[in-house]
């Protein structure tokens, strides 16, 4: 089949590869437009974009996809598919049908729990065991389309969602191309989405990430790993400024500290919660590159009272 693939982040490499190396043709990639990255907020390639024009393939760009040249380039393109993985933006309802067997989005949840943008991510806020990837349709509804395909995947101990996006990312890359080869077969069947068990999990933003002390030392500890890499985890400093927060441990042994209240240690740093504690790993304080919990709080000269969590400046 003629492909168009629709993904921006690393985490599409895998399934833009796969259906590159398959019998399929890959005629051109829909992707992002650049954007300013670093301390010289300097404009770079979506991963997927610099990826694709190391391959000599067809990269599309656009600002919108509901300007109407070009949703005519699209088209013009002819394609049977559109494979998406975490492309960015919404398929306006004029481009939907355009190709022959639809857009067939990956998505790293197993719908229709966690529809959104940071599905990983809200899974392991909520302490999943388990999770998965769903390919479906795309219809006008935000991840409502009929499920063609599904793999589960095991939630580890100390999966942040950066660990746990990269398997699926790789996991699901054959899921999509069994999809699309199902569908060039006729032998794929797709199924309408129950209407239990739906759940949303919109994008996080970095107020999302603060951490609540008074929550218990296990909610502590899903919300650090579920918030990283991004938006990143953070709390503030006695101080008030901000202290950005690596994995934690739990440490429900501890039952005498009230929430964010430290107990600085040789090795580490123990922080109360509204039950247990928990020892922190790294921390970066502001403007400073990351360090051992341990040498941050000899460096801070706390005091008996200093805790985490006051108010920001």
């Known amino acids: 089949m003629r492909l168009l693939f629709a993904g921006t982040p690393e985490v599409a490499l895998p399934s833009l590869r796969a259906l590159v190396?398959?019998?399929h043709e890959v005629v051109?990639?829909?992707?992002?437009?650049?954007?300013?990255?670093?301390?010289?907020?300097?404009?770079?390639?979506?991963?997927?974009?610099?990826?694709?024009?190391e391959q000599g393939l067809q990269v599309l760009t656009p600002r919108?996809?509901?300007d109407p040249e070009v949703q005519d380039q699209i088209r013009a393109l002819k394609v049977d598919a559109a494979p998406v993985v975490a492309y960015g933006a919404l398929i306006p309802p004029a481009l939907l049908d355009v190709p022959a067997h639809g857009w067939v989005n990956l998505h790293f949840s197993l719908l229709p729990a966690w529809r959104?943008?940071?599905?990983?991510?809200?899974a392991l806020i909520a302490g999943d065991d388990v999770t998965g990837a769903t390919t479906f349709r795309i219809e006008e509804g935000l991840d409502t389309g009929p499920v063609l395909g599904t793999l589960t995947e095991s939630v580890r101990p100390g999966d942040t969602a950066g660990d746990l996006l990269a398997r699926l990312a790789e996991s699901g890359a054959p899921l999509l191309l069994a999809t699309l080869d199902a569908l060039e077969?006729?032998?794929?069947?797709?199924?309408?989405?129950?209407?239990?068990?739906?759940?949303?999990a919109p994008r996080l933003e970095?107020?999302?990430?603060?951490?609540?002390?008074?929550?218990?030392?296990?909610?502590?500890?899903?919300?650090?790993?579920?918030?990283?890499?991004?938006?990143?985890?953070?709390?503030t400093a006695p101080d008030g400024s901000r202290l950005k927060l690596g994995p934690v441990r739990v440490r429900t042994d501890i039952t005498d500290l009230a929430p964010g209240a430290l107990r600085p240690g040789k090795q580490d740093v123990l922080v109360g919660t509204?039950?247990?504690?928990?020892?922190l790993g790294r921390v970066a304080p502001a403007g400073r590159s990351w360090m051992p919990a341990a040498d941050w709080a000899r460096g801070a000269?706390?005091?008996?009272?200093?805790?985490?969590?006051?108010?920001?400046?």
């Not at 992707?31 to 404009?43: E, I, K, V």
């Not at 959104?116 to 809200?122: D, L, N, S, T, Y």
């Not at 077969?185 to 949303?200: E, K, L, M, R």
């Open 301 to 313: 000269r706390l005091n008996e009272d200093a805790r985490l969590g006051v108010d920001a400046r």
């Open 21 to 23: 190396e398959s019998s």
């Open 64 to 66: 919108t996809l509901r």
């Open 185 to 200: 077969a006729g032998t794929a069947v797709a199924v309408p989405q129950p209407p239990d068990g739906v759940s949303q």
């Open 206 to 235: 970095v107020a999302d990430a603060r951490v609540d002390w008074a929550a218990p030392a296990a909610a502590v500890d899903r919300l650090v790993r579920g918030t990283t890499p991004a938006p990143g985890p953070w709390t």
């Open 274 to 279: 509204g039950q247990g504690a928990v020892a």
């Open 28 to 53: 051109a990639v829909l992707t992002r437009p650049d954007a300013r990255r670093g301390r010289g907020r300097t404009l770079h390639p979506s991963p997927v974009a610099a990826w694709a024009a």
């Open 116 to 122: 959104g943008a940071a599905p990983v991510q809200h």
